[in-house]
């Protein structure tokens, strides 16, 4: 039996009846008095010189009562393109109107100018030097670029045996590259440890591969939204939808070169995240500028089509990987060279290219990654940004190795997972971590040591790791006369934090989980915040929380040794009140008289603080396996089993940690096979849920969940951050269990039935 | 020079900007989506037997969504009058309707057949055997009526010499009354000290007076008004306009019986409170019910008629009082014997009676004072209640008595005057106070001492006393990475208390005014707070504000010993930035550095916490003069000046405090000549401000403000509650300088030009 009462139970989320009543406030239904609406004026072209932009037809349009362009933004921080535009539904200016069908005609009205330039969409196009170039400020040809050559040298293949002749093509092309002056290039990223010739030199087998993994949109259910009033003193609240609204005051007024204290951001229920609703994003200063210029109160919101023109998705890559190991199975050498498509902005999540080296002990390693300019809109985070696209290539390319050795996947990397003690390629030793664990309880669960597979059937396993990260946060906590408690804090829910801050805070004062009720401020009235991704809320505001709820139990223990007139070290906190253990019979008040009665005490309300900012994590991994059919005729992938375990340090709520797993799952499988944002050749993509297909309760079958917990040191009750991890290794996953089914090795997501036919053909593979 | 930079300066209110560009929200300016218009359906008579309530025609009325009855109150506690109604205006009903019109179409339609009682308006007849009884429970006639007999007997008068007739007629019934057993009386109050008869005894003189104050209206100028909003959780939000959330919170809760957390009060804008908006009033549990019953929000927001009929006014009273002294001016007893007209409830003021002992040396006390019922609405607090009418009475007697013995009213008050050390009535001995300095205080100010007057001119003085209250708060204090401050509670602002606040904290984290905000939260939010009244706002928010920022300050401390690697004993909080004092040249770090750094550490954010209930109290007088001349033909009574003296301890805000200052002495003048509930016989009042006149600009001189600050030990920078104690000696000043002016002492408020007119006429004096 656990030791505690509230946490480690499977309870409902605090925001159940909200959420299902339709009573949750999320940014649409936000409406102050006055309100307009306001509409992004987008370019028509990816790329091209503007010329001029003409509002006047657009101010004679009754009704509209505030057009913006870059010229009305007074700290000159570019919100709108002026000169250039450099993707398709680039924002060039911004309207607001009494109505939202006046918003987009006058919209319509405004005439733009442009000179068409020729457009870019592919990274490996990008970066020759006859590509054309997107920041005309680009200067740096010198060393940098010249390296890219040599590293594509360093990877050239012995054979191009790729299965698809995209992939051959690519292959081929690599080679060309190599005497190339590369442009276009946002970011670089490069990380080396031993010698990685030297570890190819002594394997016995060397795997080499390219891998293509397309750009996704997070595809939360709500499209950004937001709505600002800046009244006539000049504060100006915001409503938004977003992971961070302290991120985002500071971002606002950075960009308009205002104090933090003349900005509220209130943040509204979120209608998904995933990492796309973190920072400044595309919809706020466009509102505040809006409502500024109008003087009322305007609502910015996106449509879906908008979403997938100037969302910011994940980025797209293409990664060139290389691994030896010997014949025994002990990897050697890995060495990748990744490009990452940055889109018009700098950023896509390069660094995570790291990724690729795993949880394994592999003594030599090289890794080259830049980020590459194309017609595209920026990209931001998507759970555990950058890991699900470097691990689908270092998962994958384990599978082939593996196969090459006949040795058992499973096997194979538990032979080479790292354990406690040993070294990890950031420095320092690994503390205790749940690897093998991990892995072996996917193995169990899944039954893969007897698993069994008809014709056409068969399973897959990847790993993948992620370390939560941390961040600021403030907690505040109150106990009212009648014994309930309050808890008020700045983090935004995301899908389950509320409720597990509000267990701990229940097991801290022993009440029971229905009598706390939580509640978040804006950031006029909370405590700082960090922003809600990076698998940090548990872990921050759970720790954060903690120190509240101990502050407030102090001032209980307190309140009571003066109310019952004793020492608080012969005092117990137990059941909602205060005993005095030393006396028989035992003597006890309740939280609520003495709630009650710190109203007339000197020291006051029972108030607790807790301020929390870093504590070192603990990395966390998840571990798959699927079992699939693929029909070779039509080439469809059915999933018939897919379990996966994942190590949580602690389950605050086990309910809400499955729920997790299965969402991460199931985004990594919707990757794998069907997700993808197809760029036309006038930076066109595919805008909507028709064309642009996510997976349905039909799809899948019931991911099967299996927690693991080997507590994190620093973690609330060992707890880690859950979020991230179970979206890395569905990839690799999918990709090896259709391998394992039908020989295919798909490299280019996603595992497309058409793709899987074509496969079948330029392998010779068949039913 | 000042010690301090912030506190005791003379800065602009907080709030300054959005009053006077209408940009606060007030009550009526709360409209949620769907929100329905409520209204309550009130009596038409003042005592009835209620015989039936038929809805049915005003529910087939289209777009009334809710209509309530106290068969709607769950709890079964008290909403809605059933079988009797007891004041003309109590409400019966309450209807919600999608328009504010149909809303009063539908309570008009809703047929009440009522069987009609006599009423009784006055408290003397009220108390008759004779009298018509308003609660038939009221069963207890025994020693306490008939004691009332007895004290009338006490206070037999030798001779009726009143200068009115209806003050003569009073006194005359009086003595018939003192045979009688008392009816409808509500409640009691008792204090006897010292024998007074022996006292009077001993007196060379003693004076005798019966003394009427009407009842009067706070007028605040925002009628009340309550939107409840009740979601399908259960949760029940109200905006309401009141001086106290939490009360308001609590006052629900016991009302419909539910819990505590269940209900969030989000307290609006106040215009203007004076003690008229604490606890459940009027408005706030019909808009609950409705929006309970209607499942829509529901906004109930009462006319300036209704606020009459059905507000909470001050009660008036009928106070018979006398004093003894020697004839060289030691006052040796008083007595007194006090009707309040509670009317419909218990309550009014009582207590107050106390108050005729004023700041003197007086051995011997009685004072009785009774509560009695009469067909009116209930009363509430305004302005130290109670305090107006017993310092009337007592301040005009010294007056007589001075006037007696010869002796100037000044120095007949300052030899009279408790200092530090003297016996205190409630027990204990005085602390340093300040009475003698605050009269000095305004005798110099005003010239007293080399006063000159025409024919028709008059010199009035008077003094009141009053502590300020205490209650529990929180506050806590975040520091911004700009270097900029936040503070947030819960308690309303009253006319300058957040101003007060912000001083306090900018003072302790040593930045600039302009650069702290501060921010109210809700009850879900905000840590418990004390009402907004009893001039406790100042007193215990600055005392918790003031540990918040200390809390702060020692976090800030650690971080920056953290920081520039030093310890905190070697730090300085200087001009927004901590100082290395032990280094040569200087090393420091700002407070946005530290913000910043904070992000990043273990302990987190800079937060501060501040909770605090209650420390002692210390006395301030208000002393005031004032020169009149009267218009013996037209009896109307011009001010040519009036000075107004206060001990506030410590001036925050001296601007705020001179505002306090000027606002009730303003509302003093107001209730000692023209205000005045006047009640018809069938329970009908002056309803609006065409027949309930109060004060506008042109009938005053500027009030002049002297501060005098004798700290007190328990304020915070030993500030004292500035709110309530300028009301008190007005009405007395005001008699005293018409009795001085044309010698005509009025005992029955207001000095209306016609009672002016008569009295002179009755006395024989004359222009």
Known sequence: MSEYTVVGQKLPRVDAVEKVTGAAQYGADVHPAGMLYGKIVRSKHAHANIL???????????????????????????VFATD??????EPLAAVAATDPDIAEEAAELIKIEYEVLPVVQDVMEAIKSSAPRLHSDETKEGPNRR??????????????????????????????????????????SHTEAGDVEKGFAESDIVVEDTYVIPRVHQTYMEPHVSVASADSSGKITVWASTQGPFAIR??????????????????????????????????????????????????VQ???????????PAPGCVIKLKTGATKDGHILARQALAFWDSGSVSGASIGSTIRVRGVYKIPNIKIDAYGVHTNKSGTAAYRAPGAPQAIFA????????????????????????????????????????????????????????????????????????????????????????????????????????????????????????KNVTIRRGDTDSAPYS??????????????????????????????????????????????????????????????????????????????????????PSTPALAAQIAKVEVDPDTGRTRVLKLVASQDVGFAINPMAVEGQIEGGTVQGYAWAMMEEMQYGENGNVNPGFVDYRVPTSADLPTVESVIVEVPAPNGPYGAKGV??????????????????????????????????????KNNGHGA
């Open 52 to 78: 001029s932009i003409d509002t006047s037809e657009a101010e004679k349009l009754p009704g509209v009562r505030a057009i913006i362009t870059q010229d009305d933004v007074p700290s000159g921080r570019r």
């Open 84 to 89: 250039k535009v450099l993707y398709l539904g």
């Open 147 to 188: 390296d890219i050559s040599a590293k594509i040298k360093e990877l050239s293949r012995d054979e191009a045996d790729g299965n698809s002749t995209a992939i051959r093509k690519l292959e081929a092309e690599l080679e060309n590259y190599a005497d190339e002056v590369y442009y276009n290039i946002s970011a670089e």
């Open 250 to 299: 500071s971002g606002i007024a950075g960009t308009l070169g205002i104090p933090l204290t003349q900005i509220n951001v209130i943040g509204t229920t979120m209608g998904g995240g995933f990492g796309g609703r973190f920072g400044v994003i595309i919809t706020h200063v466009p509102a505040v500028l809006l409502s500024q210029k109008a003087g009322r109160p305007v609502r």
């Open 302 to 312: 996106m449509t879906r089509e908008e979403e997938f023109l100037d969302g910011r």
């Open 394 to 513: 270092g998962e994958s390319q384990l599978d082939d190795i593996a196969e090459q050795i006949g040795m058992d996947p499973v096997k194979f990397r538990l032979m080479n997972m790292r354990e406690e003690g040993d070294t990890v390629p950031a420095g320092g030793s690994e503390p205790e971590v749940g690897y093998k664990e991990t892995l072996e309880a996917v193995a169990d669960a899944a039954g893969w040591w007897n698993r069994e597979a008809d014709k056409n059937q068969g399973w897959g396993v990847a790993v993948g790791d992620w370390t939560n990260g941390c961040g600021p946060g403030g907690v505040y906590v109150s106990v009212h006369e009648d014994g309930s408690a309050r808890i008020f804090h700045g983090s935004m829910d995301i899908t389950g934090t509320d409720t597990a801050i509000t267990q701990i805070i229940a097991e801290i004062l022993t009440i029971p989980y």
């Open 530 to 615: 960090t922003g809600s991704g990076g698998s940090v809320v548990t872990f921050t505001m759970g720790n954060t929380a903690k120190l509240a709820a101990e502050d407030a139990r102090r001032r209980i223990l307190e309140l009571a040794a003066e109310r019952l007139n004793t020492n608080v070290d012969d005092l117990e906190l137990r059941d909602g009140a205060v005993h005095i253990i030393t006396v028989d019979p035992p003597k006890s008040i309740s939280l609520g008289e003495l709630a009650a009665y710190s109203l007339s005490t000197t020291g006051g309300p029972i108030v607790g603080k807790g301020s929390f900012a870093r504590q």
């Open 723 to 760: 979020g991230e991890p179970p979206i890395t290794p569905t990839l690799a996953t999918m990709a090896n269990a259709v391998n394992d089914a039908i020989g295919v090795r798909i490299t280019e997501l996603p595992i497309k039935p058409e793709k899987v036919v074509d496969a079948l």
